[in-house]
T-cell receptor, first 114, second 116 residues
Framework: DAGVTQSPTHLIKTRGQQVTLRCSPI?????VSWYQQVLGQGPQFIFQ???????GRGNFPDRFSARQFPNYSSELNVNALLLGDSALYLC?????????????FGDGTRLSIL | AQKITQTQPGMFVQEKEAVTLDCTYD???????LFWYKQPSSGEMIFLIY??????QNATEGRYSLNFQKARKSANLVISASQLGDSAMYFC?????????????FGAGTRLFVKA
Protein backbone atom coordinates (compact mmCIF):
# COMPACT_ATOMS: atom_id res chain seq x y z
CA ASP A 1 0.00 0.00 0.00
CA ALA A 2 1.18 3.50 -0.75
CA GLY A 3 2.18 5.68 2.15
CA VAL A 4 1.39 9.34 2.59
CA THR A 5 2.30 11.21 -0.57
CA GLN A 6 3.07 14.91 -0.76
CA SER A 7 3.64 17.18 -3.73
CA PRO A 8 5.66 18.97 -4.78
CA THR A 9 8.88 17.74 -3.20
CA HIS A 10 10.60 21.09 -3.43
CA LEU A 11 9.32 24.56 -4.12
CA ILE A 12 10.95 27.95 -4.46
CA LYS A 13 8.84 31.09 -4.11
CA THR A 14 9.44 34.78 -3.54
CA ARG A 15 8.08 36.97 -0.79
CA GLY A 16 4.45 37.93 -1.20
CA GLN A 17 3.54 34.98 -3.40
CA GLN A 18 1.04 32.28 -2.58
CA VAL A 19 1.65 28.53 -2.44
CA THR A 20 -0.47 25.37 -2.35
CA LEU A 21 0.88 22.11 -1.00
CA ARG A 22 -0.88 18.80 -1.53
CA CYS A 23 -1.19 15.62 0.47
CA SER A 24 -2.75 12.21 -0.12
CA PRO A 25 -3.25 10.09 3.00
CA ILE A 26 -2.79 6.38 3.36
CA UNK A 27 -5.77 4.51 1.97
CA UNK A 28 -8.43 4.21 4.67
CA UNK A 29 -7.09 7.08 6.74
CA UNK A 30 -9.61 9.85 7.28
CA UNK A 31 -7.54 12.30 9.31
CA VAL A 32 -4.83 14.56 7.92
CA SER A 33 -2.58 16.90 9.85
CA TRP A 34 -0.12 19.52 8.66
CA TYR A 35 3.13 20.52 10.37
CA GLN A 36 5.84 23.09 9.75
CA GLN A 37 9.39 22.09 10.58
CA VAL A 38 11.98 24.83 10.58
CA LEU A 39 15.58 23.63 10.26
CA GLY A 40 16.90 22.36 13.59
CA GLN A 41 13.54 22.31 15.35
CA GLY A 42 10.73 19.87 15.97
CA PRO A 43 7.57 19.97 13.86
CA GLN A 44 5.01 22.60 14.77
CA PHE A 45 1.33 21.71 14.44
CA ILE A 46 -0.61 23.79 11.92
CA PHE A 47 -3.94 22.03 11.26
CA GLN A 48 -5.79 18.78 11.65
CA UNK A 49 -8.74 17.72 9.51
CA UNK A 50 -11.05 14.79 9.99
CA UNK A 51 -13.97 13.97 7.74
CA UNK A 52 -13.45 17.24 5.88
CA UNK A 53 -13.80 19.36 9.00
CA UNK A 54 -11.10 21.29 10.81
CA UNK A 55 -10.59 19.69 14.21
CA GLY A 56 -7.50 21.49 15.42
CA ARG A 57 -5.48 24.59 14.67
CA GLY A 58 -2.05 25.63 15.88
CA ASN A 59 -0.70 29.12 16.51
CA PHE A 60 -0.28 30.19 12.91
CA PRO A 61 -1.54 33.39 11.26
CA ASP A 62 -4.59 33.51 9.02
CA ARG A 63 -2.28 33.46 6.00
CA PHE A 64 -2.28 29.71 6.54
CA SER A 65 -5.39 27.80 5.50
CA ALA A 66 -6.23 24.24 4.56
CA ARG A 67 -9.02 22.03 3.43
CA GLN A 68 -9.80 18.34 3.08
CA PHE A 69 -11.57 16.86 0.11
CA PRO A 70 -14.17 14.04 -0.06
CA ASN A 71 -11.40 11.56 -0.96
CA TYR A 72 -9.60 12.68 2.25
CA SER A 73 -6.72 14.31 0.42
CA SER A 74 -5.77 17.75 1.66
CA GLU A 75 -4.28 21.04 0.56
CA LEU A 76 -2.37 23.58 2.62
CA ASN A 77 -2.40 27.16 1.33
CA VAL A 78 -0.08 29.90 2.46
CA ASN A 79 -0.65 33.47 1.28
CA ALA A 80 1.64 36.50 1.32
CA LEU A 81 4.74 34.39 1.86
CA LEU A 82 7.41 35.64 4.24
CA LEU A 83 11.05 34.64 4.48
CA GLY A 84 10.22 32.94 7.78
CA ASP A 85 7.86 30.55 6.01
CA SER A 86 10.87 28.71 4.61
CA ALA A 87 10.60 25.24 6.11
CA LEU A 88 9.81 21.59 5.57
CA TYR A 89 6.04 21.12 5.51
CA LEU A 90 4.97 17.70 6.65
CA CYS A 91 1.63 16.02 6.16
CA UNK A 92 0.56 13.12 8.37
CA UNK A 93 -2.42 10.82 8.25
CA UNK A 94 -4.09 8.57 10.78
CA UNK A 95 -7.24 6.49 10.86
CA UNK A 96 -9.44 8.88 12.81
CA UNK A 97 -7.01 11.30 14.45
CA UNK A 98 -7.54 10.05 17.97
CA UNK A 99 -4.90 10.31 20.67
CA UNK A 100 -4.11 6.60 20.61
CA UNK A 101 -3.48 6.44 16.87
CA UNK A 102 -0.01 7.01 15.44
CA UNK A 103 0.39 9.39 12.58
CA UNK A 104 2.20 8.35 9.44
CA PHE A 105 4.15 11.08 7.72
CA GLY A 106 4.91 11.88 4.12
CA ASP A 107 8.36 12.88 2.95
CA GLY A 108 7.42 16.55 3.13
CA THR A 109 7.57 19.56 0.87
CA ARG A 110 10.64 21.72 1.27
CA LEU A 111 9.60 25.33 0.72
CA SER A 112 12.22 28.00 0.17
CA ILE A 113 11.31 31.68 0.11
CA LEU A 114 13.69 34.07 -1.64
CA ALA B 1 -0.72 23.68 28.71
CA GLN B 2 0.80 20.67 27.07
CA LYS B 3 4.57 20.62 26.73
CA ILE B 4 7.28 18.17 25.68
CA THR B 5 10.88 18.53 26.86
CA GLN B 6 13.88 16.70 25.42
CA THR B 7 16.94 17.86 27.29
CA GLN B 8 19.61 16.04 25.27
CA PRO B 9 20.45 17.92 22.06
CA GLY B 10 22.91 15.19 21.06
CA MET B 11 23.86 11.72 22.22
CA PHE B 12 26.67 9.34 21.27
CA VAL B 13 26.47 5.56 21.61
CA GLN B 14 28.77 2.74 20.62
CA GLU B 15 27.41 0.29 18.09
CA LYS B 16 25.68 -2.72 19.72
CA GLU B 17 25.19 -0.89 23.03
CA ALA B 18 21.88 0.36 24.45
CA VAL B 19 20.97 4.04 24.71
CA THR B 20 18.22 5.95 26.49
CA LEU B 21 16.74 9.14 25.06
CA ASP B 22 14.94 11.29 27.62
CA CYS B 23 11.50 12.83 27.30
CA THR B 24 9.38 14.57 29.91
CA TYR B 25 5.92 15.95 29.31
CA ASP B 26 3.38 18.15 30.99
CA UNK B 27 -0.36 17.86 30.67
CA UNK B 28 -3.45 18.12 32.82
CA UNK B 29 -5.46 15.84 30.55
CA UNK B 30 -5.86 12.34 32.03
CA UNK B 31 -6.08 10.84 28.54
CA UNK B 32 -3.12 11.24 26.23
CA UNK B 33 -0.86 9.37 23.87
CA LEU B 34 2.91 9.52 23.72
CA PHE B 35 4.83 8.80 20.54
CA TRP B 36 8.42 8.55 19.41
CA TYR B 37 9.48 9.29 15.85
CA LYS B 38 12.78 8.93 14.04
CA GLN B 39 13.86 11.43 11.41
CA PRO B 40 16.91 10.44 9.33
CA SER B 41 18.84 13.07 7.44
CA SER B 42 16.66 12.40 4.40
CA GLY B 43 13.81 14.09 6.27
CA GLU B 44 11.00 11.56 6.51
CA MET B 45 9.40 11.08 9.93
CA ILE B 46 9.17 7.42 10.93
CA PHE B 47 6.82 6.25 13.69
CA LEU B 48 8.60 4.05 16.23
CA ILE B 49 6.47 3.40 19.28
CA TYR B 50 3.31 4.47 21.12
CA UNK B 51 2.33 4.55 24.81
CA UNK B 52 -1.16 5.36 26.04
CA UNK B 53 -1.70 7.12 29.34
CA UNK B 54 -3.83 4.25 30.63
CA UNK B 55 -1.53 1.49 29.47
CA UNK B 56 -0.31 -0.58 32.42
CA GLN B 57 2.73 -2.00 30.69
CA ASN B 58 5.60 -0.29 28.94
CA ALA B 59 5.38 -0.44 25.16
CA THR B 60 7.91 -2.44 23.16
CA GLU B 61 8.51 -2.68 19.43
CA GLY B 62 11.47 -4.79 18.43
CA ARG B 63 14.63 -3.03 19.62
CA TYR B 64 12.62 -0.06 20.89
CA SER B 65 11.03 0.14 24.30
CA LEU B 66 9.42 2.99 26.13
CA ASN B 67 10.18 3.50 29.81
CA PHE B 68 6.91 5.09 30.93
CA GLN B 69 6.88 6.62 34.40
CA LYS B 70 3.51 8.30 34.71
CA ALA B 71 4.00 9.88 38.12
CA ARG B 72 7.21 11.50 36.95
CA LYS B 73 5.69 12.38 33.57
CA SER B 74 8.53 10.82 31.68
CA ALA B 75 8.52 8.63 28.58
CA ASN B 76 12.08 7.71 27.75
CA LEU B 77 12.95 5.76 24.62
CA VAL B 78 15.38 2.87 25.00
CA ILE B 79 17.12 1.54 21.90
CA SER B 80 18.84 -1.77 22.46
CA ALA B 81 21.75 -3.09 20.40
CA SER B 82 22.32 0.17 18.53
CA GLN B 83 23.05 -0.01 14.83
CA LEU B 84 24.76 2.49 12.54
CA GLY B 85 21.42 3.05 10.83
CA ASP B 86 19.98 4.33 14.10
CA SER B 87 21.90 7.59 13.64
CA ALA B 88 19.13 10.18 13.24
CA MET B 89 17.03 12.79 15.03
CA TYR B 90 14.53 11.38 17.50
CA PHE B 91 11.39 13.25 18.50
CA CYS B 92 9.07 12.65 21.40
CA UNK B 93 5.48 13.76 20.81
CA UNK B 94 2.21 13.92 22.72
CA UNK B 95 -1.41 14.16 21.80
CA UNK B 96 -4.04 14.93 24.41
CA UNK B 97 -7.23 12.95 24.18
CA UNK B 98 -9.80 15.29 25.64
CA UNK B 99 -8.63 18.88 25.71
CA UNK B 100 -5.88 18.91 23.16
CA UNK B 101 -8.02 19.80 20.20
CA UNK B 102 -6.43 17.02 18.19
CA UNK B 103 -3.13 18.84 18.41
CA UNK B 104 0.11 16.87 18.53
CA UNK B 105 3.10 18.64 19.99
CA PHE B 106 6.71 17.63 19.46
CA GLY B 107 9.83 18.12 21.50
CA ALA B 108 12.94 19.78 20.12
CA GLY B 109 14.51 16.41 19.38
CA THR B 110 17.68 14.52 20.21
CA ARG B 111 20.31 13.79 17.59
CA LEU B 112 21.74 10.31 18.07
CA PHE B 113 25.16 9.39 16.72
CA VAL B 114 26.07 5.70 16.61
CA LYS B 115 29.81 5.03 16.52
CA ALA B 116 31.33 1.98 14.85
Amino acid sequence: DAGVTQSPTHLIKTRGQQVTLRCSPISGHKSVSWYQQVLGQGPQFIFQYYEKEERGRGNFPDRFSARQFPNYSSELNVNALLLGDSALYLCASSLRGQSNQPQHFGDGTRLSIL
Amino acid sequence: AQKITQTQPGMFVQEKEAVTLDCTYDTSDPSYGLFWYKQPSSGEMIFLIYQGSYDQQNATEGRYSLNFQKARKSANLVISASQLGDSAMYFCAMREGLSGGFKTIFGAGTRLFVKA
